[in-house]
């Protein structure tokens, strides 16, 4: 409630242990103001004083109804709780997505990995660590946590709501975090991103966090493993790039011709040759802190 006035009322209205009393009995059944009197062995006018308190705070009803002598008036509780936000702000008004695709972390289209590398789902390890073999199997598709220490992920997008629609803006985002032997929370990684084999910059990673166990991590995980990332945002607008609201590069939807592909190539890459080579772990939906795939936005702001 914002309204100064009305809290007064009601906090006024519950400061008295009689009126609160009143309520509770109220709470029963109605009651006309002369059996209020009468209950708690008071005046009429004190009760109808106490009555006119609860009712200009909008806690009870009070009706007119026939009566032996004349007309009474019947008093019934009108709500049953209150809620008071103290430091009420009108919510700010968030731009709202036009077209979002989720994308499963497993539904990669190409790759290329060195270990330590390795692939879980939500119930279960998906192969032998360090086996890059598991990367080409079926059950990839089920993956809900993919690390890698140097190589890449490609994901392909459809771009068909891009082409049709007004879009000024598009968001990728994702849980991601290096990849460090068991973790190491302070262990850089550099990540190349890439769109439609176009480089846009480095996205620095700054740890493998296991200080904790994920929001979302199975009880089976082991505790003494990656937990948890951070969640990262790569934008292409009509003005530049962005990663994690930083601008990394003049690269626009216009400049990158992306309206006239077919799909959007995301690439997630650690180089040979990268400053900080610490890999990556990529989280799914069901593993980390965070309850998403790689999800891509397009927005019209």
Not at 66 to 92: E, H, T, W
Not at 152 to 162: A, D, G, P
Request: hydrophobic letters at 35%; charged letters at 25%; a negative charge.
């Amino acid at each position: 409630m914002d309204d100064r006035d009305k809290i007064v009322d009601i906090c006024k209205a519950l400061s008295s242990p009689i009126r609160l009393d009143i309520l509770h009995y109220l709470a029963d059944k109605p009651a006309i103001i002369s059996d209020v009197a009468t209950k708690f062995d008071i005046p009429l006018s004190s009760a109808a004083l106490y009555i006119k308190v609860l009712e200009n705070a909008g806690l009870i009803s009070v009706q007119p109804i026939p009566g032996s002598k004349g007309s009474q008036k019947l008093c019934g509780v009108l709500i049953n709780s209150v809620a008071i936000d103290m430091f009420y702000r009108p919510p700010v008004e968030q731009p709202t997505y036009l077209h979002r695709e989720s994308m499963p972390v497993g539904c990669y289209f190409d790759f290329d990995v060195r270990p330590s590398c390795g692939m879980v789902s939500e119930s279960q390890d998906l192969g032998f660590e360090d086996n890059i073999g598991i990367f080409t199997k079926p059950s990839r598709f089920n993956a809900q946590l993919i690390w890698l220490s140097t190589g890449y992920l490609e994901y392909r997008f459809s771009n068909l709501f891009l082409k049709q629609n007004d879009v000024n803006r598009i968001r990728f985002s994702f849980e991601i975090c290096s990849e460090a032997l068991g973790y190491n929370n302070d262990w850089p990684s550099d990540v190349t991103i890439s769109i439609n084999n176009r480089e846009l910059g480095i996205l620095h990673l700054t740890g493998d966090y296991g200080d904790r166990r994920g929001k979302l991590n199975p009880e089976w995980w082991n505790p003494y493993s990656t937990q948890y990332g951070l969640l990262r945002t790569v934008e292409i607008t009509n003005d530049g790039t962005y990663f994690d609201g930083n601008k990394v590069s003049n690269q626009t939807i216009s400049s990158m011709s992306l309206k006239d592909c077919d799909y959007l190539r995301l690439k997630l890459e650690v180089k040979e040759d990268a400053k900080y080579k610490g890999g990556f772990n990529l989280f799914g939906s069901k593993f980390g802190d965070y309850q998403q795939d790689i999800l891509m936005e397009l927005y019209h702001d």
